[in-house]
């Protein structure tokens, strides 16, 4: 599938994305109607409709607290919020043993979690809560204002956050549906040479532009990609499996903060948010994952949004990355074609009622 997808009818479209998601084996609905916006956020708690209860296979076995758990991260933003109800509403459908996972937020007001309580009352789920001022000070300025959030830099964080008994987490961000088992993600093998986080690599990538010519041109600075297990190559922190005991072992939130001092303090050499430190760190030193697990980039670049279509190969995750965001774009009543891949796990009320 080409660009030409922006500029198609829109029954073209409809019709274009369901052969698409056919293929690829993800389900979906005939969701043909494009929502006006609507008004009203922050969600209250009774903005979506009550998710049903997702109860493991007979193969699964009892639910247990104890290390056959499954550990999800995410954060809760008042503008992401109904993202994040559609992203767990696609784990829990389609987890072949959704009753193992647990869930946990990241939030700077505990009130966030008042919907997730609502639409989701036999989640498992804890809320950590995130202060601000932590990263407030060490943030510069992007070339979006979205990605200046504090709550954008709470990942770097997240090790110290969770509780001892956690040992591994999937973090995830808001803008994302998962269309597979994620069982399957958290089996990756991180033990095997030591890694602390893994993750699909992009290695076609242009490296070389998350970063200023300031950066390249001072050789002190550059030097930080020598000796690198791997070639350092992009990978995307809005999916990642981490172990949680190494990245506190290895003092890696230390390590992303130095970053952001450099790039505070004495020149700027980056441009794109909390992405470029995390690369700083770990580029050439994570496990590569399947590109299945984020088929990324579809809310376009980071200034404009534009439609983008689906990669070719087989999803197992899909990503709105990028400036444009589906419930935004539907809303808007300009849609991109992908967009209606993760229109069949938004619980928003007042969509649903548009659609009846």
């Known amino acids: 599938m080409g660009s030409s997808w922006a500029w198609l009818p829109v029954a073209v479209l409809l019709a274009t994305t369901h052969a698409v998601a056919a293929a690829s084996g993800i389900q979906t609905t005939e969701a043909t109607v494009i929502r006006p916006p609507v008004a009203g956020t922050p969600y209250s708690p009774g903005a979506f409709r009550e998710a049903p209860a997702f109860r493991n296979g007979d193969a699964c ?15 809760l933003d008042a503008n992401y919020l109904r993202g994040t109800v559609a992203a767990v509403f ?40 995130f202060d601000p001022a932590r990263v407030s000070a060490r943030i510069s300025r992007s070339v979006r204002s979205a990605l200046d959030q504090p709550l954008n830099y709470a990942r770097i964080y997240l090790a110290d956050m969770l509780p001892p008994s956690v040992a591994r987490v999937i973090y995830l961000d808001s803008d994302l549906v998962v269309v597979d088992d994620v069982r399957k993600l958290w089996s990756v093998d991180l033990a095997r040479d030591g890694h602390v986080v893994a993750a699909p690599e992009y290695c076609h990538t242009n490296f070389t532009k998350y970063f200023t ?20 190559c992009y990978f995307n922190t809005g999916v990642m499996v981490m172990d949680v005991a190494r990245w506190r072992a290895g003092g890696y939130s230390r390590r992303v903060e130095e970053w952001m001092a450099v790039q505070k303090q004495e020149k700027r050499i980056y441009s794109l948010g909390s992405l470029p430190p995390y690369l700083l760190v770990l580029a050439g030193e994570i496990m590569p994952v399947d590109h299945r697990w984020n088929q990324h980039g579809l809310g376009g670049d980071n200034v404009e949004g534009r439609c983008r279509s689906l990669h070719p190969g087989p999803i197992s995750l899909l990503h709105w990355s990028g400036k444009g965001k589906p419930w935004l774009r539907l809303d808007s009543r300009k849609p991109c074609a992908v967009d209606h891949l993760w229109a069949p796990y938004d619980l928003y009320k007042a969509a649903t009622a548009l659609e009846e």
């Open 61 to 75: 076995g009892t639910p247990s607290p104890s290390s056959s758990r499954l550990h999800v991260a995410m954060t």
């Open 90 to 129: 696609s784990i829990l459908r389609h987890a072949a043993c959704p009753e193992d996972v647990t869930f946990h937020f990241l939030a700077s007001h505990h009130r966030d979690a008042d919907a997730v309580r609502a639409t989701f009352p036999y989640l498992d789920y804890r809320v950590h809560r």
């Open 213 to 232: 010519d300031a950066f390249w041109s001072d050789a002190n600075l550059s030097a930080t990609f020598r000796h690198r297990r791997r070639r350092p």
